[in-house]
């Protein structure tokens, strides 16, 4: 039997980090077992689905590395709208299933109490179909539904605790449950890997599967991803989007590298690990069932290793959207024809180190480029004290005095006017930092004046100086 998996989002927002955790399961699921992703669109939702989410669907997993025409798909569920409604109309042909009038209030004007779930008042009062008429499953009366689940064993629900829940609404459309087990049926998926949030849905899909004479699929529910206060990830109030990461610079191997942490770790003592390794030693057996913590520091110190271990040369192609402001992408402060892409090279490796993020670029080397510096003014008032000016004075006279304008003869001419003034470096770089960059923390400082050259420097410090007469 060839293994079938599918990841079936529904494109009613900006795709979320847990989606593209399921969707990397699954993926490496299929890849393990010689199997086949297949890709489907639950597009049902005709009021919230919207295009633009489902090419957004298509584009984040592009970029986390399932890559669009290595899977079989898309599908769109509403394609398969036909056989949507000829299941339900077999269930209600063979019994399986009654229509219903009940409005939620009339159950509960019967029962006398809150609502908890339909009564069964019409299961045998055979009610033919009709406008406004619900269909529902009859679920069994006894016995137990047994689920067969990859990572959190065998959950067994009682079937006479399951509501006849409905299968069709009144204008006849199918709902969620129903569509989703007739599309898993008709595309012969074989292992359903999907986020715990659906647990609740699986006893009654099971039995949807049952009655419709098919053998149901293994299910594996993976945990759901929570925020530092062991809250679900929402978003409303987290960062769920990976398009947000993606802009924020964030690596695609990063990104999957810790995605796939969630819930599970390779072998040995380590946790960046090159994909191939996941690859292999990923066991969806191994994935803890306990929610999973979606550590954004953690990531973001992931990220940081992940920049550092890149080649200078792409490291430099890597940074390329945010010093173009390409796509989604802020356009930098600088304009086009300031950006010097020699100036850049001769920075990047120094910014390497430094950088979380691919979008913290920009700060680190805007002085490169602006004609004159973004001054942060909080910067400027806490280190120009007293002193700042005569200190100015007396660097731009030593630096104009020098011969050649390179990091180590800045730093050695720099640090005399500072000694002369009983000053630590670090006291004497402050000032001219501030008035080169605009910032109080950036890139080593004498390399950064290096590169920006003698002119600019100078004129900047100049600046600084009558700025505090
Ligand atoms: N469309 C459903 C969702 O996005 C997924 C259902 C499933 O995986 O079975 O939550």
Known sequence: MTVRVRFAPSPTGMFHVGGARSALQNWIYAKQQGGVFVL?????????????????ILSALDWIGISRGSYEG???????????RAAAARLYESGRAYYC???????QARTGSQYQGYDGYHRDLGLGPGEGRALRFRTPDEGLTVVVDLIRGEPTFEN????????????????????????DMTMGITHVIRAEEHLPNTPKQQLLW????????????VPVVVNEKRQKLSKRRDKVALEAYREEGYLSGAMRNYLMLLGWAPSGDREIVPWSVIEEEFRLEEVNPSPAFFDEKKLRAF??????????????????????????????????????????AAVAPLAQTRIAVLSEIVPNVDFLFLASPLIDEAAWTKTM????????????????ALESWDAESLKSTLEAVGTARGLKLGKTQAPVRV?????????????????LGRERTLTRMRAARLRLV
Do not use: M
Request: proline share 9%; net charge negative.
């Open 40 to 56: 489907r669109i639950e597009d049902t939702d005709a009021a919230r689905n919207k295009p633009e989410w489902t090419e957004g």
């Open 74 to 84: 898309p599908y769109f569920q509403s394609e398969n709208a036909g056989e949507h």
């Open 101 to 107: 009038d009940c409005t939620r209030e009339d159950v």
């Open 160 to 183: 006479k605790l399951i509501e006849d829940f409905v299968i069709a609404r009144g204008d006849g459309s199918p709902v969620f449950l129903l569509a989703n087990v007739v599309d």
């Open 210 to 221: 049952d009655a419709l004479g098919v053998k149901p699929p293994v299910w594996a529910h």
């Open 303 to 344: 990220n940081g290793e992940y920049i550092r271990a890149l080649p200078v040369p792409e490291f430099i192609d890597a940074c390329q959207p945010w010093l173009t402001g390409t796509g989604t992408i802020a356009p930098p402060p600088w304009q086009p024809e300031e950006y010097d892409a020699d100036a850049f």
């Open 385 to 400: 004290k007293d002193g700042s000016a005569e200190l100015l004075d007396e660097a731009v006279a030593a630096f104009e």
């Open 435 to 451: 008035a080169v960059t605009g910032r109080t923390v950036g890139l080593p400082l004498f390399e950064s004046l290096e590169v």
